[in-house]
């Protein structure tokens, strides 16, 4: 007679099966919201760049655009240059005064710097130029470049002939 089964024997086997096939469907399923959970995060990140992106052109470019552009200068004093002789071509000269619109941050400027750069502009000049409208425009173009480069773009505004006699 050969071992005899013990009692119960086959009751446990069962158990084990269903124990061991058990938490094989619970690794699936683990598996299965494994493979979700990277493409849930990946689309929240895409969110939240397109969102930040959204404010950045929308809101923040708005304060940028206003922010490069300098404020207008604001009018301030007109300071007169007293009226000055230049010689110009040939036997001709230039009677000129000048009226020169400063800014409100200006204050007090060096007039000298002014009437040597009329000077050193206009002197030489063929009477031609310095009579026609054109010519009389661009002598003053060119005159207030000269002083902003002297005394700063935010000092002077304008230059205004007050006195324009050429022989």
């Known amino acids: 007679m050969g071992a005899k089964p013990k009692i119960g024997a086959n009751k446990i086997q069962p158990r084990e099966r269903t ?53 207008a200068p604001v009018a301030g004093e007109m300071v007169t240059l007293e009226s000055m002789n230049i010689n110009l071509d040939g036997n001709h000269y230039l009677r000129i005064g000048l009226g020169l619109q400063l800014t409100e941050e200006a204050h007090e400027i060096d ?12 002197s030489g000049r063929p009477v031609t130029e310095i009579k026609s409208a054109e010519g009389r425009a661009a002598l003053k ?3 207030t470049a000269s002083l902003q480069e002297i005394y700063g773009a935010d000092q002077v505004m304008g230059v205004y002939y007050t006195d324009f006699v050429a022989q």
């Open 141 to 143: 173009n060119e005159l």
């Open 111 to 122: 007039l000298v710097k002014a009437q040597d750069a009329t000077i050193a502009l206009f």
């Open 19 to 71: 124990e061991t096939a058990a938490p094989e469907p619970e690794s699936t399923e683990k598996a299965k919201g494994r493979g979700k959970l990277p493409w849930i995060v990946v689309g929240v990140l895409v969110v939240a760049v397109l969102a930040g992106a959204a404010y950045f052109f929308l809101v923040a470019g708005k304060d940028d655009g206003a922010a490069k552009e300098p404020p």
